[in-house]
Every structure is written in structure tokens, then in C-alpha cells.
């Protein structure tokens, strides 16, 4: 089992800010993304990294941005934080084949006022 | 694009009985992951399917990965209170590779 982290866990702002959600993984994935979750709704991909230096955006578009500097650490950034934002960000890894067993983290939550 | 489809969207049964959900596609996929997901938290892997008819069991979960490799079922024996969550079943396309997840299953158990 991944030993993933996200933080903030709930993060609640006004429009217009800047934001990073911080995910860390301890297992030594080279594979990790970052998923969008409205509650109660299925997971949808908006950006995934194959390793150091490698970014990638998933299949649903989203204005915010990732970078992957590390191998641990796959923080996700909203340049101008708005309503339309909030939603459920969840992280993953893996390792192995691309999307094989994903190994979530706890979530952030964000509220966009 | 892809999609899958889960049913049933939501089941509320009584403490003791079986629980069966699936998902289907229209396409193949080569490999099959089962998760619950409590609310507030991320979903946890539950069980992993990666051959066409692959029976495999975690407890009282069991999952099938089908002979077409376009479905999938989970099985929960005996549910008890802690079973209750949102379950989704995510197929690795053979296509693209990546994940897709279906709309999960709510379930709720009565003591």
C-alpha cells in the first residue's frame, strides 16, 4: 500500500487567489495524477506525470497547472482560484505499467467563494 | 469518449445480505480495478483484475474480470455497517491506456 499525502485536506478561498495543493508520496512511484471529483461523482483525469520533468494533461481540461521536480512531490497550481474551481482534488501514484493500481491520497477539498 | 457504465447507481439493504454491482462497456479493457471510497477521504483499492475471467477474492469481496473484457462484477457477502460507501470500478483501456472510472455505486446498510 502508497503512503500518499495531500494538504491542505479542506481549503476554503475567495476568488482570484493563488493556490498549490501539495501531494507527496513515500513509495518511490514514478507515475502519479491528479483527478477532479464533484461529490458523489466519478473521478475524472486532469493531469498525470510519468516521472521527473514529465507533464501531461489528462482528458478533462482544467485552467490549473502541475509540475513534477521531484519524484515524490506533484503539486497542483490555480494561478486565479474561481467558483467554477471548487470540487474535490484527489492525487495518485503508481508504479509499474501506466495505470496500473493507483494508490490514492485523502483529497483536498476546495471551496471557491 | 469511453465510458462505463455501473449499476446499480445506489442500494440500501439490511445487515447480512449479498451485494452485487458491475460494469459494463462497450469497450475492451486489460485491466479492472475495484475501489470504495468513504466520503471525505480518497478511494482505496479494494481488489485488482488483469486477466479476462479472473476470479479473485479480498475477505468477503470477490470480483470477476469478464470473459469479453468489456465487465466487471464485485460481490459483498454477509454486508455489514462498515461496508457502507460509494464503490467504482475503474477499467484501464486498451485503447489509450488510462483509466476510466465508472459512476459508482452508493451503498447503505441497515443495521
Known amino acids: 500500500e502508497a503512503d500518499i499525502y495531500q494538504t491542505p485536506r479542506y481549503l476554503v478561498i475567495g476568488t482570484g487567489k493563488k493556490i498549490t495543493l501539495e501531494c507527496s508520496q513515500t513509495m518511490g512511484h514514478d507515475k502519479m495524477y491528479w483527478y477532479q471529483q464533484d461529490p458523489g461523482m466519478e473521478l475524472h483525469l486532469i493531469h498525470y506525470?510519468?516521472?521527473?520533468?514529465?507533464?501531461e494533461k489528462g482528458d478533462l481540461s482544467s485552467e490549473s497547472t502541475v509540475s513534477r521536480i521531484r519524484t515524490e512531490h506533484f503539486p497542483l497550481t490555480l494561478e486565479s482560484a474561481r467558483p467554477s474551481h471548487t470540487s474535490q482534488y484527489l492525487c495518485?501514484?503508481?508504479?509499474?505499467?501506466?495505470?496500473?493500481?493507483?494508490?490514492f491520497g485523502p483529497g483536498t477539498r476546495l471551496t471557491v467563494l | 469518449g469511453q465510458q462505463l457504465n455501473q449499476s446499480p447507481q445506489s442500494m440500501f439493504i439490511q445487515e447480512g445480505e449479498d451485494v452485487s454491482m458491475n460494469c459494463t462497456s462497450s469497450s475492451i479493457f486489460n485491466t479492472w480495478l475495484w475501489y470504495k471510497q468513504d466520503p471525505g477521504e480518497g478511494p482505496v483499492l479494494l481488489i485488482a483484475?488483469?486477466?479476462?475471467?479472473e476470479l479473485t477474492s479480498n475477505g468477503r469481496l470477490t470480483a470477476q474480470f469478464g470473459i469479453t473484457r468489456k465487465d466487471s462484477f464485485l460481490n459483498i457477502s454477509a454486508s455489514i455497517p462498515s461496508d457502507v460507501g460509494i464503490y467504482f470500478c475503474a477499467g484501464r483501456s486498451s485503447n489509450t491506456g488510462k483509466l476510466i472510472f465508472g459512476q459508482g455505486t452508493t451503498l447503505q446498510v441497515k443495521p
Open positions: 495518485a501514484s503508481s508504479v509499474g505499467g501506466a495505470y496500473r493500481e493507483q494508490f
Open positions: 483484475l488483469y486477466k479476462a475471467g
Open positions: 506525470s510519468y516521472g521527473v520533468n514529465s507533464t
